[in-house]
Each structure stands twice: as C-alpha cells, then as structure tokens.
C-alpha cells in the first residue's frame, strides 16, 4: 500500500518558469512534510518542511502548500533554473506516534524535474 | 568532513555472497536510520537506531538482514545469501531530531 503518491513522475520546465510537484497521503496520522532534493550521486536532502496546522510555507523560490482536508500538498518552484533539475521527493512522518523519537519516513516515489536553459 | 559517510560507494557481488555496508554518522547524532531505494522509487525504511539500541525494523528487514551499531557510533548493515532482488542503493541517515541528513548511500549490484 502506497502511503505517499506522488505526481508527475517526470516534469520538463523552461527556466524562469513554475515547477509543480503534487502528493497525497493517506495516512492521517501523519503530522510532518518534508521535500527532498536528490541529485545523481548524492543522497537526498531536506529542502523545505510544513506542518499540517500551517497552510502554506516558503523559503526562497520554494513554497509548499497543504490542504489538510484533501490530504494533498505541493511543492511550487518559483522561477525554475537549470541547477534545480534533479529528483524530488515528497515524504511525511508521524511524529505523535513515535513518540518523538523514531522519525522514520515514509516517502513517494520521486519527481524528476527537468529545467531546460 | 562533517556529513554522513558511506563506505563502499559502490558493491558487486554474486548471488549468495554475504556483503557488509558501513555508515558513520554525523558526530553526536544518537539517531541513525537505514533506508533502501530502489530505480524509480523513493527510500523505504528499513530499521532505526537511538544510541546503540535497535527499536524498530521494517518487514523489509527479511532474516538475511542483520543491522548493528555498537557504542552507538557508526553502523553496519550486513546481507547473508544476497538475491539478485537485493540490488539497490541502501542510504544511512542520522539526526538529532526530525530533519535527517542522508549519506552519498552504498550501490549494491548483486550479479
């Protein structure tokens, strides 16, 4: 069972355009959504992280905005540049129930993002 | 270097040999996690250290998989018998709280 979908699988953007990433989870007992940058060769690292009691949160180009209802967040890249290309992924974890300590995560299967010059 | 190391980079071997993988986390993270990402897919958790204690494995984690980290420093994932179906990139990350900081990871190709 797919906790976290994931969408596109692929997205190709003209630099200075919007990159969009779509996720949805189903678990509700998740409380805690980071993004992962992931470029060939490299593990993955924490772009930008949201809290469901928060609607939108942003850092630079990047945004992500939640919809707690839906059970849907985004991840929005603002003026796209060739150095974004790589693959992202949503994730989520359930802080409450571990306890605070165990923050496995739970991740989608990844986005791979494109930004032609 | 202040990141998570991973060592070897990269393994082949053949089916059925034993392979061990080793991960060194930042310095004074007590938490460590190993995570296996497959082609086209995002990391799966597969187990999760506090200090050197154990306190959870997925059912990922088959018997042939057996995870250590003594003294609560770096850890080892060892596979017993590999399977072709072992082939993946296995990550290591620590944390000291919730933002987890992976490794380059170890590329398993098991021929």
């Known amino acids: 069972q797919q906790q976290v979908k994931q969408s596109p699988q692929s997205l190709i953007v003209q630099k200075g355009g919007i990159s969009i990433i779509n996720c949805a989870y189903e678990?509700?007992?998740?409380?805690?959504f980071p993004w992962y940058q992931q470029f060939p060769g490299k593990g993955p690292a924490l772009l930008i992280a949201?809290?469901?009691?928060?609607s939108e949160k942003k850092e630079g180009r990047f945004t992500i905005s939640f919809n707690k209802s839906a059970k849907q967040f985004s991840l929005h890249i603002m003026d796209s540049q060739p150095g974004d290309s790589a693959t992202y992924f949503c994730?989520?974890?359930?802080?409450?129930?571990?306890?605070?300590?165990?923050?496995?995560?739970?991740f989608g299967k990844g986005t791979l993002l494109t930004v032609n010059p | 270097d202040t990141g998570v190391s991973q060592n070897p980079r990269h393994k082949i071997t053949k089916r059925g040999q034993n392979v061990t993988f080793r991960c060194d986390p930042i310095?004074?993270?007590?938490?460590l996690y190993w995570y296996r990402q497959t082609l086209g897919q995002g990391p799966e958790f597969l187990t999760y250290f506090q200090n050197e204690a154990q306190l959870e494995k997925s059912r990922l984690l088959s018997d042939r998989f057996s995870a250590e980290r003594p003294k609560g420093s770096f850890s080892t994932l060892e596979i017993q018998r590999t399977e072709q179906g072992d082939s993946a990139m296995y990550l290591c990350?620590?944390?000291?709280?919730?933002?987890?900081?992976f490794g380059a990871g170890t590329r398993l190709s098991v021929l």
């Open positions: 990350a620590s944390s000291l709280g919730r933002i987890q900081y």
């Open positions: 678990n509700t007992a998740f409380d805690y």
């Open positions: 994730a989520a974890t359930d802080e409450l129930n571990s306890g605070g300590s165990n923050y496995k995560l739970t």
């Open positions: 310095s004074e993270h007590n938490r």
């Open positions: 949201i809290r469901p009691d928060v």
